[in-house]
């Protein structure tokens, strides 16, 4: 049981928010509750940079790992 349901962030906003941190490959991104993993995702794939999501849910973290292998990320993202 959760106390709030997941509310996934809109594609765009979370590009907003990585161009708006600067973010450069090679550099870190870690996000807490970070749910189905579209921003680790995203900064990995489309920013280069090394990302670690950290996510209570296991549905949620599991399916973040899910779309980290079927992209061929696995190298890049770090999920906890």
């Known amino acids: 049981m959760f106390l709030a349901p997941f509310v996934a962030t809109p594609t765009p906003v979370v590009r907003q928010m990585l161009i708006l941190a600067d973010l450069k490959p090679g550099e870190i991104l870690y996000d807490l509750g970070s749910g189905d993993g579209r921003a680790v ?6 920013f280069g940079a090394k990302s670690v999501g950290v996510e209570l849910r296991d549905d949620l973290a599991k399916r973040a790992l899910n779309s980290i292998q079927k992209l061929d990320l696995k190298e890049q993202p770090v999920f906890c």
């Open 41 to 46: 995702i995203m900064a990995a794939k489309d």
